[in-house]
């Protein structure tokens, strides 16, 4: 009969076969880290097959993946390997084999965003050279590579002075201040010497930091984020407010500077934008990642599609679904070790205890093997029906009488 007919052809993907659910396309992961497991998180509610690609044995994704390879993302063997049985490669980790990307796109690999973003971001200085390219608006910075030319940065740029490696940089490892000009060659030293790279920044007294998460489909077309207020704590992510309490006007310009940055970009995902607003309303680029990120935590609950979600829509060529809040506001706290082993386990446990009697409250656990100072080890998010709401369930589960971000 007429009406058991389907009224077009199934549409054919992957092999010929029909579409089953969402997408058949089979995702590999570059790095199976907390992002990655968040990532296979919103893959899994909608039936997509995720594989990871990370040399951690009980890496956070490792339980919720379809699979697990054991190996590197920087290694190019293991990465050639591993793109074979993936439809689409994209990443948790700009730390990756670039180069490798690049050959795979050459023999027609689809991986998004394309090997030419990864390589800019990944290294800080060209990203930054990159971006200044395109008019958007940065500190000023400056390639460093001999004592004499980072004394004559300190001469331009004034003091303190923000030291950075160009690579393998996060949470402010591979960063460093010099207060003066006599601690320039300490600094140097600290972060390793000249020769894995580094630059300088002139030093911004910012009021606040902002991010933007833009997400980018692969036909181009690009939906934003709410601009959200990061506090960062000894340069780790710390609290994640959500909206920003900024004017309509400055959150007009914080995501204008965050498309305009994106769009210089090759491929599809999201990609988070860091931003610092200056006293005088002006907002500068801090860096870009290319894929979800800790300012975007909170979109799990608080947003009718979570940045995860948004990411894999984005890279498997689904429509993009709406990044506005559904919650009036969030707040991120992220769960960072406060020591090493089992008191650091005791700690966490005391907070997770806290949070399951918070209204609103909901907490992640990222189930890494082992805890350490300083490493990111969950976090709990709370939404609730205004700012003041979520800030005083903040306060009641931090145990202290008012709001303090620091
Ligand atoms: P991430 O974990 O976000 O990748 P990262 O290691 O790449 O961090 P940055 O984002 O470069 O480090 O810097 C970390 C933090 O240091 C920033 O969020 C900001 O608080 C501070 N910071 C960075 N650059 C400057 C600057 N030029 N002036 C003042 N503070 C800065
Ligand atoms: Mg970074
Ligand atoms: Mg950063």
């Not at 460093?176 to 920044?201: C, I, N, W």
């Amino acid at each position: 009969r007429a009406s058991m007919q389907p009224a077009a052809p199934l549409p054919e993907r992957q092999g010929g076969l029909p579409v089953h659910g969402v997408s058949n396309t089979v995702v590999g992961v570059l790095g199976g880290g907390q992002l990655g497991k968040m990532l296979c998180q919103a893959a899994s509610q909608m039936g997509i097959k995720m594989v990871i690609l990370d040399p951690l044995q009980g890496c956070p994704a490792s339980s919720v993946c379809h699979e697990h390879v054991v190996g590197s993302f920087s290694d190019g063997d293991a990465v050639r390997e591993f793109a074979k049985r993936c439809g689409v490669l994209t990443v948790e980790i700009e730390h990756v084999d670039a180069a490798t990307l690049e050959k795979l796109e050459e023999q027609g690999f689809d991986c998004e965003p394309k090997a030419s973003t990864i390589m800019i971001i990944q290294d800080k200085y060209r990203q930054k050279k990159h971006f200044s390219k395109f008019g958007i608006p940065l500190p000023d910075f400056m390639e460093v590579d001999t004592l004499h030319s980072i004394e004559e940065a300190g001469e331009r740029f004034g003091y303190p002075l923000m030291v950075k490696s160009k690579r393998l940089a996060y949470d402010g490892r591979g960063n460093a201040v010099a207060q003066k000009k006599e601690d320039l060659s300490s600094v140097v030293a600290s972060l390793g010497g000249f020769e894995h790279g580094l630059y300088v920044e002139r030093w911004t007294p910012f009021v606040k930091e902002l991010s933007v998460i833009v997400a980018r489909s692969r036909d181009g077309s690009t939906v934003c984020y709410p601009v959200v207020e990061t506090i960062h704590k000894d340069n780790i992510c710390h609290i994640v407010e959500a909206p920003a309490e900024v004017s309509a006007k400055i959150k007009k310009s914080a995501t204008d500077v965050a498309e305009k940055a994106i769009k210089s970009l090759e491929g599809a995902g999201v990609f988070a934008v860091e931003l610092f607003l200056t006293e005088d309303d002006e907002i500068l680029l801090n860096e870009v990642a290319p894929r979800p990120h800790n300012s975007g935590h909170h979109t799990i609950e608080s947003c009718y599609t979570s940045q995860y979600e948004q990411h894999l829509r984005a890279i498997l060529g689904i429509p993009l679904g709406d990044p506005s809040m559904k919650a009036p506001a969030a707040i991120m706290y992220n769960i960072l070790g406060e020591d090493e082993g089992e008191a650091g386990f005791f700690l966490a446990h005391q907070l997770i205890e806290r949070a399951l009697n918070i209204p609103g409250a909901s907490v992640h656990w990222y189930a890494k093997p082992e805890m350490r100072k300083q490493r990111k080890m969950g976090h709990i998010t709370i939404v609730g029906p205004s700012k003041a709401s979520v800030k005083s369930r903040l306060d009641k589960l931090l145990q202290r009488d008012t709001y303090d971000p620091k």
